[in-house]
């Protein structure tokens, strides 16, 4: 086959990241030659099916403070913690060395702090004591990232007043719980100059000033006066704002997201390949889909034909028997689903 070599070296061959501002807690990049479809995914996985670590149980052994268990339970949940080689940590319903949590699918934080003098004392976020062994050495730790090098404020205790519990964190996903989220916000953006109508802006005067432009239009050709409306044009550059809470490095939840966004397709391939043995390229698949770390994702009964209840009566059998409508029959002639 012959090819024009002048051609191929002036148009963008597969999808293209530009970075324009990068740190520790934060990532802001451009995507070009992909579809919105592809686009949107791949900010819908990073927010909400990027595995982390978190606090998902808590044992209260005393708790003489003003606030309520769950009331510090909740709070616990949502202290940040590093989940650096998360993959590293088992889900609970895969463990097989458990009923519940063990070093393999757990991280163990115990927390023990009595108030003896006059003044206020404030329990916070660096007073969680990591437990070992542990699934690696990153794993667990409460992110701390205030100067003082306090972490976030648990609760507040007077004298005499003690907390003491036993925490143990887990691996799961934000779509389960929003403790889960790698990130505490996703910007994202396309076609900032409106060129292609998908927006239809609300305004009492004048749209230019009541809806200012983002600094993403500086990256584009602004629509010029007497312009045609291409009816065929898509958008092709979308950008994205990744901030982490601290659990992860921005660039490694974006490698995380693609990752789950190819574990995905590979499962849609096999199913429609009924290659039940092989994954995508050949590579063994062991994905059934990202899944709370007790098991509320994935449950066996949805990889049936679809028409099983959870109670596992057999085909729409309710929990309270029989597949029948309360007149005796479906409106197909037929009592139940059976074939």
């Not at 309710?318 to 005796?328: D, I, Q, R, V």
Request: proline content about 6%; glycine content about 10%; some cysteine.
């Amino acid at each position: 086959m012959d090819y024009d070599a002048m051609a191929m070296d002036g148009e963008d061959i597969g999808p293209r990241v530009t970075i324009r501002e990068a740190d520790g807690v934060r990532v802001d990049f451009t995507l070009q030659n992909v579809d919105l479809a592809f686009a949107n995914s791949l900010r819908r996985t990073v927010l909400a099916e990027v595995p982390t670590l978190a606090i998902d149980l808590v044992e209260v052994e005393a708790n003489t403070s003003v606030l309520a268990d769950e009331f510090i339970a909740h709070r616990l949940g949502l202290i940040p913690l590093n989940s650096k080689n998360v993959d590293d940590v088992v889900y609970t319903r895969d463990c097989e060395n458990c009923d519940q949590y063990c070093t393999e699918c757990s991280v163990m934080l115990t927390l023990h702090a009595r108030c003896t003098g006059d003044e206020v004392m404030k329990v916070y976020a660096r007073d969680l004591v990591v437990g070992e062994p542990r699934p690696n050495e990153w794993v667990g730790n409460p992110i701390i990232t205030d100067p003082e090098g306090l972490g976030s404020v648990i609760c507040k205790l007077r004298k005499g007043q003690e907390l003491r519990m036993k925490c143990i964190a887990k691996k799961g996903i934000a779509k389960e719980h929003s403790k889960w989220a790698p990130t505490s916000a996703v910007g994202f953006e396309y076609d900032p100059h409106n060129k292609l109508r998908h927006l239809d802006y609300w305004y009492e005067e004048d749209p230019a000033k009541e809806w200012p432009k983002s600094k993403n239009a500086d990256w584009e050709e602004p629509l010029q006066e007497g312009e045609a409306f291409d009816f065929d044009a898509v958008p092709n550059r979308f950008y994205y704002d990744v901030e982490t809470v601290g659990g992860l490095e921005p660039d490694a939840i974006i490698q995380q997201g693609i990752k789950v966004m190819q574990q995905k397709l590979a499962a849609v391939i096999q199913d429609l390949t009924g290659d039940e043995d092989r994954g995508l390229n050949g590579d063994d698949l062991g994905y059934s889909g990202p899944r709370s770390p007790d098991g509320h994702g994935v449950r066996d009964y949805e990889m049936d034909n679809g028409y099983t209840t959870p109670y596992g009566n057999g085909g729409a059998a309710s929990a309270w028997g029989g597949g029948a409508t309360p007149y005796g029959a479906t409106p197909y002639g037929q009592n139940g689903w059976g074939s």
